[in-house]
């Protein structure tokens, strides 16, 4: 999901025409989902939001990246020292 903005609208119902009319219309949207404001909950701690572990090996290249990074070190270290 993608934030595409704000309506303010008096109740449910005129929110969700705005929506359709603001974000749905040109078919560029899929889904809206219309919360009401009070409704949405902000998660501002930095610590959550930081990963536990270092998971780099489920990135796309993780694992390729990391050791071709190491042979380019090694081969650089080893070129240096002749």
Do not use: C, Q, T
């Not at 603001?22 to 949405?40: M, N």
């Not at 501002?44 to 536990?52: H, I």
């Amino acid at each position: 999901m993608i934030h595409a903005g704000n309506v303010n609208a008096p109740d449910e119902e005129l929110a969700m025409h705005y929506a359709r009319e603001f974000y749905g219309r040109r078919g560029e949207s899929h889904r809206l989902w219309i919360v009401a404001r009070d409704a949405i909950s902000e998660l501002d701690d930095p610590d959550l939001l930081k990963p536990p572990f270092d998971r780099s090996h489920k990135k796309p290249g993780g694992y390729i990246i990391k050791h071709k990074l190491e042979a380019a070190k090694a081969r650089a270290a080893s070129e240096a020292g002749e």
